[in-house]
DNA sequence: CTGAAAGCGCTTACAG
DNA sequence: CTGAAAGCGCTTACAG
């Protein structure tokens, strides 16, 4: 049987009340007693019993991720193995332990009534949500805290989130400056903030530069490889000079359908991407892509959400990171 | 503030005995009297506490997956997010939450703390750790009930494993009858028993067919795109007429790595590889590899360890999952 | 078939 | 600075 309070407590000769109070920090006990105590705690290798812990003290260390599994991209994008190492990397280092629920529709009542009353959450961090999706507005409506991974439309919650726009608007301005007057875009779902922002991006970018939207150069992919694929076949027929993708596992599949349709990269058709995956610098050719910093999104995440667990009280928490140009091969160079 | 059972029991009319009792699937129930509280259940919603739960039954219906953060290819091969996707989606259809644990090793203490005596997980599914990894011993030594995917060479454990040695022998076999003469291979790391038992495979298939073993034919990779890439350079020298290659995200690499070196697939160099990953039918050329069914294995060791956990008492459960080569572009055919 | 009661291992006012 | 005691919300012998 594991230990508890009230074995260390009498090993060290005090109560167990004094052994909680070592174990949560408390400044109210006497520097001798602490470390007689804390000497118990290390050589028997002391873990509280987080179920007690947590009916006692309506805690539990415990947060939870979240992230749909609708998501066909779930399988081939590594943004959310990044994500998700960033998120435990953090938990790790602040003593905070990570629930992942993969939210399946089936699931979701089931989901959202663990989450909510079974006391096992601290907190809550919500990633690549459909806009729409309700689960936000049951968190918003709930007193658990939690931060969204990307921001929201409509709902006024803690977010931390990429500027989308802006990355989207540097990228298409990129491809635009290099001289290319069809300029298309692949874009995310846009029923999925990012998606949605980046968009709003390249249409930015047009519009600064003068440059009339064309409709019949946008095609929707679903964040996906195969996606990209498709997204690229159906925009190949019009011909355009330059593709801004809104990321690098759809350009991944957008790079094959160029290349079967026996045309070359950057000279037929200039390629910008978005996130600047690991794999984008190993691509052939490599990926020009906005750099965002999806590692330490999820490090930020956790940490943002835990001093909000600790100040209730607080403002909303609107946190935007800054993104970068990458410039490498698949853009191409100034057209002469 | 949440409902509590006392609640239910008061609007229902019966005790909070009776109310656990229904919840927790309980015969000795009247039909009528289970009806009546089911219907108050409903109405309100109610998701009884789980640390309450976990503090008086000493079950939480939590389960930990473990990961070790350590391995590389965790960013670039699909194998982890559909292994968490199969693992999730049996806890939700089983009403068990899944803890996620990506091993760093400056936490490891702290992990298996947790893991041991926290009383948060009622069961363990350990993937992909290395076979002397102490985290197997701690486990085995202690009562916590825990499953391995992947079999393991020396302890006695429950796991759940493909057989990784015919696939792998499968592979090598097809490539030889092919008329290929120098088959070269490329590993995983040998200090994990997927990556050894495919080698092992690729030497039972030499052997029956009284090739000789060539030292300089053999790469070793670490299961990452990057690590196949390099593993291929160092092959191509050696002038291979084809190979084996232990995962289909190091067969991506290895493509990379042939094409470069402006030879032709299978025409040149003839490749076989496993897993049979959704972006192995996508590949240029496409991946003749061997499949394993990595969601169902993730299912399959929640389903195991829950009853492991149900019948703590039984046998070692040591299931071994069949594999087939699928047949594809990249080993080419026959020589003639 | 049902209820009263003990107890799971903590935390935290409260009193001193 | 420290301890005795109440209480968190469940489960489960035990008694009837």
Chains 1, 2 share one sequence.
Not at 147 to 174: C, Q, S, W
Not at 258 to 280: C, F, K, N, T, W
């Amino acid at each position: 049987m594991p230990l508890t309070l009230e074995d260390i407590a009498q090993q060290a000769g005090v109560s167990r009340a004094t052994v909680s109070r070592v174990i949560n920090g408390d400044e109210n006990v006497k520097a001798q007693t602490r470390l007689r105590v804390m000497d118990v705690i290390q050589q028997n290798n002391f873990q509280p019993n987080i179920a007690a812990r947590s009916l006692a003290a309506g805690r539990t260390n415990v947060l939870g991720l979240i992230i749909p599994a609708g998501v066909s991209a779930i399988f081939t994008d590594p943004y959310f193995p990044l994500l998700i190492q960033g998120v435990s990397s953090a938990c790790n280092a602040k003593d905070y332990s990570v629930m992942l629920w993969l939210a399946e529709p089936e699931y979701e009542r089931r989901m959202m009534r663990q989450i909510l009353h079974s006391g096992l959450l601290d907190g809550v961090i919500v990633s690549s949500m459909l806009m729409d999706d309700p689960i936000v507005q049951s968190l918003h409506d709930s007193k658990k805290p939690f931060i969204l991974i990307g921001r929201h439309p409509t709902i006024d919650v803690n977010y931390l989130d990429v500027d989308n726009l802006n990355g989207a608007r540097e990228a298409t301005l990129h491809l635009l400056r290099l001289g290319h007057k069809r300029v298309a875009t692949i874009t995310g779902p846009q029923d999925m903030i990012g998606g949605y922002d980046r968009f709003q991006g390249y249409l930015r970018a047009l519009e600064e530069r003068g440059v009339a939207y064309q409709p019949e150069l946008v095609s929707q992919g679903d964040f996906s490889e195969a996606g990209g694929y498709t997204a690229m076949r159906r925009l190949i027929p019009m011909q355009p000079g330059a593709v801004f993708i809104a990321s690098d596992t759809m350009a991944e599949g957008a790079l094959r359908a160029i290349r079967e349709a026996g045309l070359r990269i950057p000279q037929d058709i200039a390629v910008v991407s978005y996130d600047d995956m690991p794999s984008a610098a190993r691509s052939t050719p490599s990926l020009t892509t906005v750099r965002q910093p999806t590692h330490r999104m999820g490090a930020l995440a956790v940490n943002t959400l835990i001093d909000i667990i600790q100040h209730p009280g607080a403002n909303k928490r609107h946190i935007v990171l800054p993104v970068e140009l990458v410039i490498r091969e698949s853009c191409g160079t100034l057209r002469t």
